[in-house]
C-alpha cells in the first residue's frame, strides 16, 4: 500500500528544455511535500518543498506545483542541466504525532547534451 | 566534514551472522532515523530516535535492534541476517521531528549497502 507513488521511473529530456517530475498521492492527512535528489553512492539530498496550504514553490531552476484536489504534485526544472541527471524522490510528511517522511520510489531523470 | 556519515558503506556477510551499521551526525540535530531502500527502491522508514528515545518503530523484524548512546549516534545491529535482509540502509537526522519548517528536510548520510550471501 504505497501512499506516495511515482508512476515514471525514468525520463528522457534535452538539455535547456523543462523537465517534468510527477507524484500522486492518496493519503489527506499529509501536511508537506519535498522533493529530494540522489546521485549514485550518495544519500538523497533535499531540493525544495511545498506545504499543503500552498499551490507553487518557486526556488531558482525549481519549481513545486501542488494540486490537492487531485492529489498530485510535480517539479518543474528549467532549463535542464546534464547535472540535473539524478534519481528524483517525491516524499510526503505524515501530519500525525510520527510526521515521519514517507517516500516514492523515484524518477531517474536524465538530461541529455 | 560531512554532516552525516555511515560505515561501512559496503557490507557483504553470510547469512546467519550478525552485524552493524554505525551512524554519526555533527548537525546538532535532535532527530535520527534509519531508512531502507529495497529491491524497488522505495525508501522505507524503519525507526526514528529523538534525543536518544526510540519514537518510529515500524513494522520491522525484532532482529533488527538500533542503539542510540547520545544524540548525534544511531546504531543498527542486525541479528542473524537473511537473504531478504539485503537492501541499501540510510541513516538521517533532522531538527524535530514536528518543526513546521521544513526548509532543508532531513539530511541523509551516503548508505549502507548491505549484502547477505
Known amino acids: 500500500d504505497q501512499q506516495v507513488k511515482q508512476n515514471s521511473p525514468s525520463l528522457s529530456v534535452q538539455e535547456g528544455r523543462i523537465s517534468i517530475l510527477n507524484c500522486d498521492y492518496t493519503n489527506s492527512m499529509f501536511d508537506y511535500f519535498l522533493w529530494y535528489k540522489k546521485y549514485p553512492a550518495e544519500g538523497p539530498t533535499f531540493l525544495i518543498s511545498?506545504?499543503?496550504?500552498?499551490d507553487k514553490n518557486e526556488d531558482g531552476r525549481f519549481t513545486v506545483f501542488l494540486n490537492k484536489s487531485a492529489k498530485h504534485l510535480s517539479l518543474h526544472i528549467v532549463p535542464s542541466q546534464p547535472g540535473d541527471s539524478a534519481v528524483y524522490f517525491c516524499a510526503a510528511r505524515l501530519m500525525d504525532s510520527s510526521y515521519k517522511l514517507i517516500f516514492g520510489s523515484g524518477t531517474r531523470l536524465l538530461v541529455r547534451p | 566534514d560531512t554532516a552525516v556519515s555511515q560505515t561501512p558503506k559496503y557490507l557483504v556477510t553470510q547469512m546467519g551472522n550478525d552485524k552493524s551499521i554505525k551512524c554519526e551526525q555533527n548537525l546538532g540535530h535532535d532527530t535520527m532515523y534509519w531508512y531502507k531502500q529495497d529491491s524497488k527502491k522505495f525508501l522505507k522508514i524503519m525507526f526514528s530516535y529523538n534525543n536518544k528515545e526510540l519514537i518510529i518503530n515500524e513494522t520491522v523484524p525484532n532482529r533488527f535492534s538500533p542503539k542510540s548512546p547520545d544524540k548525534a549516534h544511531l546504531n543498527l545491529h542486525i541479528n542473524s541476517l537473511e537473504l531478504g535482509d539485503s537492501a541499501v540502509y540510510f541513516c538521517?537526522?533532522?531538527?524535530?521531528?514536528?518543526?513546521?519548517?521544513?526548509?532543508?528536510?532531513?539530511?541523509f548520510g551516503s548508505g549502507t549497502r548491505l549484502t547477505v550471501v
Open positions: 511545498i506545504s499543503s496550504i500552498k
Open positions: 538521517a537526522s533532522s531538527p524535530p521531528a514536528g518543526t513546521l519548517l521544513l526548509g532543508y528536510g532531513y539530511t
